[in-house]
């Protein structure tokens, strides 16, 4: 009997002592701050939705008055900024901002917003009928052109930005 009482209260000290053993309270969760663009998508001056359809883009400065759609959603836990330039190429280098927005909580673009544009024919460019209207006409080599409309969203806090683009034939 004392063997299985010494025996018991063993098991009973090693379990009690292994209990919460090594650590060094609760523990510590690692968030990612950076915001993620998740969809972009573009209604062209022919009606069409790059969300629906892969068909090639199109912008026509006197259909719809140039007007065009810009949409997007992020994941971010603070705010971001979001922004949409217009290049030769797919790329930032050399290319032109249009528009900058900040975007989060409490803000009318939180997760997700949109914008609407305008394409001159003046080779003039601008959204949401902002007074800041930018030439891009030194990105055209002839009318039409291939340009790309490129979208990011960006860290306030940071240099870090996610982006993408669409090729858009600029008639």
Not at 124 to 144: A, E, K
Request: proline content about 4%; glycine content about 8%; hydrophobic content about 35%.
């Amino acid at each position: 009997m004392k063997k299985i009482a010494f025996g018991l209260i063993l098991v009973l000290g090693l379990a009690v002592a292994g209990c919460g053993g090594g650590s060094s309270g609760g523990s510590a969760h690692s968030y990612n701050y950076t915001p993620a663009l998740r969809s972009f998508h573009i209604l062209d001056s022919y009606d069409t939705d790059t969300y629906y359809s892969s068909a090639p883009l199109a912008l026509n400065p006197y259909l719809y008055h140039g007007l065009f759609e810009v949409y997007w959603t992020a994941n971010s836990l603070e705010d971001y900024r979001v922004r949409l330039w217009v290049n030769d190429r797919p790329t930032l280098t050399g290319s032109v901002l249009v528009h900058t927005e900040r975007c989060g909580a409490g803000l009318w673009c939180d997760q997700a917003g949109s914008l609407i544009c305008a394409y001159n024919s003046d080779l003039t460019m601008s959204c949401d009928t902002g007074p800041d209207v930018v030439d891009i006409s030194y990105l055209f080599s002839s009318i039409p052109d291939d340009l790309y409309l490129i979208l990011g969203v960006c860290d306030i806090d940071s240099s870090y930005c996610e982006y993408a683009d669409y090729p858009v034939t600029m008639e």
